[in-house]
Nanobody
Framework: QVQLVESGGGFVQAGESLRLSCVAS????????MGWFRQAPGKEREFVAA????????NYADSVKGRLTISRDNTKNTMYLQMNSLKPEDTAVYYC???????????????????WGQGTQVTVSS
């Protein structure tokens, strides 16, 4: 079993930055791809970014390219999402997830992920 805990969310003004963290426990996730998803009020959960097991391959939703950066530190069993130039439309609950496809490159498909965190709220005011 893998437990995931997100942190770093908050309330910011448009144009500001936040850094989300996702810490895994229970077992090491260094051999698995990971991803970030988000769910805005009244909308379905959507893909944000994914990262391969070694961190060498990343994938982003078009809406966040150039503003959000996914990274990971396998020595700390932790994944990050650096969020710059935030917009009101980035307001959502952000979830981290682990895909137990060994040595995978990271999927954009929600159903490929097996473990999920509880989420952290990000609110961007205009």
């Amino acid at each position: 079993q893998v437990q995931l805990v997100e942190s770093g969310g908050g309330f910011v003004q448009a144009g500001e930055s936040l850094r989300l963290s996702c810490v895994a426990s229970g077992r090491t996730v260094s051999r698995y791809p990971m991803g970030w998803f988000r769910q805005a009020p009244g909308k379905e959960r959507e893909f944000v970014a994914a990262i391969s097991w070694r961190g060498s391959t990343t994938n982003y939703a078009d809406s966040v390219k150039g503003r959000l950066t996914i990274s990971r530190d396998n020595t700390k069993n932790t994944m990050y999402l650096q969020m710059n130039s935030l917009k009101p439309e980035d307001t959502a609950v952000y979830y981290c997830a682990v895909d137990t496809h060994l040595y995978g490159i990271g999927s954009i498909v929600e159903y490929d992920y097996d473990y999920w965190g509880q989420g952290t709220q990000v609110t961007v005011s205009s």
